[in-house]
């Protein structure tokens, strides 16, 4: 990490589901920092955890251990009002813009609750004219206010979504898989939308997604987990040409590149992700690791910075020569 | 591709529209494309593109109450060398065919799995009405099934319940369930999207080995165009319910001559971002959305989002049309292959090559080498 102080801090978060002897095991121990003006993809299959964590961080569920930092104060022990203004601050966008918009309320209401909850632009004047500049700022019209989300497509409502999000004028948004149900010529409009939004607001960004693609074109930085662990983190240009974690590699082997002249990569990863709520013991990936030894049984992985800003966590450190061109063997 | 070797499936014209109370929505109209013995022919293209209606009408699947009104003509060569239509077989002839030469996947393997059964009597059930096992002959047949989709301990997991299973797992039972009969045409309706990208390829390898030993043809609906540049062999892209482009999938995907084929490709953020280029600013994104089927535009269902729009665009549907061998595009600013049947050719005064196009229009109907074009005229200039 730089000097900067870090907008979020993320440290030894643990968010177990369920009480009893096995809980499901959804965040494990994973620590990350977002500088100010940075965007951190956050990616993984499912079950990695990769939500969860996306909402911890915003205390809409709360943490079983660990604790996340706002510049340099942990959230865990705000309450009141102290909360409320917070809020104002951390934002989140999600994944389903069907469900995520009330459908009994106008696209005035929705926006305007937003307002008045943290009692900015009071006055219906005020109030009406930050509605129209908000619509305006995702390329929506003023009149749209009036409708109800039904009358909007899947594209349109995800741009009120992240209105919503806009609304009180936050530092930090967490978004959560927001172009996952979105068709691809759409997909493409809403992530210059966030590009732009995020440029010009100075926005901070922690990006959820499954979608490499996504998360190459959008994110600095990239921390990629597993079962609830964090796997490896890099800046997006090092880790897309330099992946040195086999979960890593066998991730960007998976995902076909739209382009056929490409080589179709082997299938590296044999069976299914396992249960988080007996997970393998020592590295949670080496039921699938085509490199696991019997070390990997033992021991769990510390995180280890292997270059500059490059972490990693895998004990197969004679691995990184030879895998250095991003292929598995 | 050679003209001897007869299509397993061509289909011709084929349009199926439904009657709602805001008055008759044609979700495909007139659709062609046909699918070689052993090769993989895509289906892509958004949601309401028509996709997946038209496998569903193909397989005559469609719900009886939805009134659905279907026209025109398949040509299905079946195992025994007949060639029938589909769309006119009797339903008893069809339900001979459906399940045994013709077998489908679809898109989420959980609600296409019966809960209530073992996964073993599913497979098995096929078999049986098909083929004419005994109880204990299809159950064998299905263990055979199950170690064919590479499911570990397959013997146990015959006697297994559907939710006892993993995603990746229930779609492998489906694929077994699809294949139990060696159809010679599989229908597979985006049978990956529900899945994880390592669970994705693992299930995309088992189909190309499945194929590769079968010999069957795959009819495969996705909108995932890494899916299909990796797995189509041709590849037919659908917009509003119509074909727009149909080609084989390296021409297509080097140069697509549909302004919304090269826009879709445009605006794929892993296209963006390709080889070592720095990462451009925006992304190209199609702009505005997909017309409303009550209310589609009166010529060209892509002109109203198109850059590449003329006003003779929307004076009507442009005829999908041959622009090059074995390649088809619905665009007046396709120029089309010289051996193009006449309507085409009358097109808003396309057809004489442009002499500002040089060398490479004595190839005629090139394809935009750079998409997406912004304005520049993509073969023709203005026409009027």
Redesign the interface.
């Known amino acids: 990490m730089t000097t900067a102080t870090p907008l979020i801090e993320v440290r030894g978060l643990k968010k177990y589901f369920g009480s009893g002897a096995r809980p499901v095991r959804a965040v494990d121990d994973v620590s990350f920092a977002i500088r100010p003006g940075e965007t951190l993809g956050l990616v993984g299959e499912s079950g990695s955890g990769k939500s969860t964590i996306g909402r911890t961080v915003l205390r809409l569920v709360e943490r079983t251990d660990g604790a996340v930092f706002y510049r340099g104060e942990d959230i865990g022990t705000f309450s009141g009002e102290r909360l409320r203004k917070l809020r104002g601050k951390l934002q989140i966008i999600f994944q389903d813009p069907y469900a995520s918009l009330n459908p009994k309320m106008r696209i005035g209401a929705i926006l305007g609750e937003a307002l008045s909850t943290h009692g900015l632009h009071k006055g219906a004047a005020a109030r009406d004219a930050r509605i129209a500049e908000l619509l305006e700022t995702v390329g929506l019209r003023p009149e749209h206010a009036s409708r109800f989300p039904h009358e909007f497509s899947g594209g349109q409502r995800q741009r009120i979504g992240v209105a919503r999000a806009l609304a009180v004028e936050p530092e930090f948004i967490v978004a959560d898989e927001p172009l996952s149900a979105l068709d691809v010529s759409i997909q493409a409009q809403v992530i210059n939308l966030l590009a732009d939004l995020r440029e010009r607001l100075s926005l901070t960004m922690l990006f959820i997604s499954h979608d490499l693609d996504v998360v190459e074109y959008l994110c600095d930085r990239v921390v990629v987990l597993y079962l609830g662990k964090v796997m490896e983190v890099a800046s997006t240009a090092e880790l897309f040409a330099r992946p040195t974690h086999p979960y890593t590699q066998a991730l960007l082997a998976a995902s076909p590149k739209p382009d056929p002249l490409q080589p179709t990569q082997h299938v590296a990863l044999q069976g299914d992700i396992p249960s988080p709520i007996a997970p393998p013991s020592g590295c949670v990936f080496r039921t699938r690791c085509p490199h696991a030894i019997e070390a990997c049984a033992q021991t769990v992985p510390p995180l280890r910075e292997i270059s500059p800003g490059h972490h990693r966590a895998c004990l197969r450190a004679d691995l990184l020569a030879h895998t250095a061109e991003g292929r598995l063997p | 591709m050679s003209m001897t070797i007869t299509p397993r499936l061509t289909v011709k014209h084929l349009s199926t529209s439904f009657p709602t109370e805001d008055g008759l929505v044609r979700s495909v109209a007139d659709v062609s494309f046909s699918i070689l013995p052993g090769q993989t022919t895509a289906l892509v293209g958004?949601?309401g593109s028509g996709k997946s209606v038209t496998s569903l009408t193909l397989m005559r699947l469609l719900p009886k109450t939805a009134n659905a009104q279907v026209d025109g003509q398949t040509a299905f060569v079946t195992r025994e060398g007949r060639t029938v239509d589909l769309l006119a077989l009797g339903e008893r002839e069809m339900r001979s065919l459906r399940g045994n030469q013709l077998s489908m996947i679809f898109q989420e393997p959980m609600t296409s799995l019966n809960p209530v059964f073992r996964i073993g009597e599913q497979i098995a059930e096929s078999v049986r009405l098909h083929k004419g096992l005994d109880r204990q002959a299809a159950l064998a047949h299905a263990l055979r099934m199950l170690d064919l989709v590479e499911i570990?301990a397959a013997a146990q997991r015959l006697h297994e319940y559907p939710h006892q299973l993993?995603g990746?797992?229930r779609q492998r039972v489906m694929i077994a369930l699809a294949m139990a009969c060696d159809p010679t045409l599989l229908i597979a309706d985006e049978p990956t999207t529900a899945l994880?990208?390592?669970?994705?390829?693992?299930i995309?390898?088992l189909m190309r080995r499945l194929q590769a030993e079968t010999g069957m043809s795959i009819l495969f609906i996705t909108?995932?165009?890494?899916?299909?540049?990796?797995?189509a062999d041709d590849v037919v892209v659908m917009y509003a319910g119509r074909v727009v482009e149909h080609a084989p999938?390296?021409p297509l995907?080097?140069q697509p001559a549909h302004p919304y084929t090269q826009?879709?490709?445009a605006?794929?953020?892993?296209?963006?971002?390709?080889a070592g280029q720095p990462?451009p600013?925006?992304?190209?994104?199609?702009?505005g959305?997909v017309s409303s089927p009550l209310a589609p535009p009166p010529g060209c269902a892509f002109e109203p989002r198109c850059d590449q729009a003329i006003p003779a665009c929307s004076a009507a549907m442009p005829p999908l049309c041959e622009t090059q061998q074995d390649r088809e595009a619905r665009c007046i600013r396709v120029q089309p292959a010289p051996s193009c049947a006449l309507p085409s050719r009358e097109r808003a005064g396309v057809g004489a090559p442009d002499a500002s196009m040089g060398a490479a229009s004595s190839t005629a109907g090139r394809p935009h080498p750079n998409p997406p074009p912004k304005g520049e005229g993509v073969h023709t200039q203005h026409p009027r």
């Open positions: 958004e949601s570990p993993s990746g797992m994880d990208v390592t669970i994705q390829a693992q995309l390898a909108h995932n165009l890494g899916v299909v540049a990796h797995h999938v390296r995907f080097a826009g879709l490709l605006c794929l953020p892993g296209k963006a971002a390709a990462r600013k925006r992304l190209f994104a199609i702009r959305q």
